[in-house]
Nanobody, 118 residues
Framework: QVQLVESGGGLVQAGESLRLSCAAS?????MGWFRQAPGKEREFVAR???????????KYADSVKGRFTISGDNAKNTVYLQMNNLQPEDTAVYYC???????????WGQGTQVTVSS
């Protein structure tokens, strides 16, 4: 069982930045972020997959490409999401997601609120 703890959400104005963090209690094969706005389904935001020799593979939703950057430290089981030029449409609860190393089991964090005012 892997537990995920997120931090870094908050209230900002349009154009400002936030950085989210997520720490896993165990080894993971990949970690990422999803978000859910009021009245909408949860959607994919970004993901980082750990490869050998400290290499990583990243993937982004089209809506955040060029504004959001995912990074992490596999040795520390931690992932970050740097969000720049935030817009009101980015307002949502952001959830950390991870797949357990070796098992592929799916884990979710409790969510952190990001609110962007215009």
């Amino acid at each position: 069982q892997v537990q995920l703890v997120e931090s870094g959400g908050g209230l900002v104005q349009a154009g400002e930045s936030l950085r989210l963090s997520c720490a896993a209690s165990g080894r993971t094969s990949r970690m990422g972020w999803f978000r859910q706005a009021p009245g909408k389904e949860r959607e994919f935001v970004a993901r980082i997959t750990w490869r050998t020799w400290r290499a990583v593979v990243t993937k982004y939703a089209d809506s955040v490409k060029g504004r959001f950057t995912i990074s992490g430290d596999n040795a520390k089981n931690t992932v970050y999401l740097q969000m720049n030029n935030l817009q009101p449409e980015d307002t949502a609860v952001y959830y950390c997601n991870a797949n357990g190393s070796g098992t592929g089991d799916d884990y979710w964090g409790q969510g952190t609120q990001v609110t962007v005012s215009s």
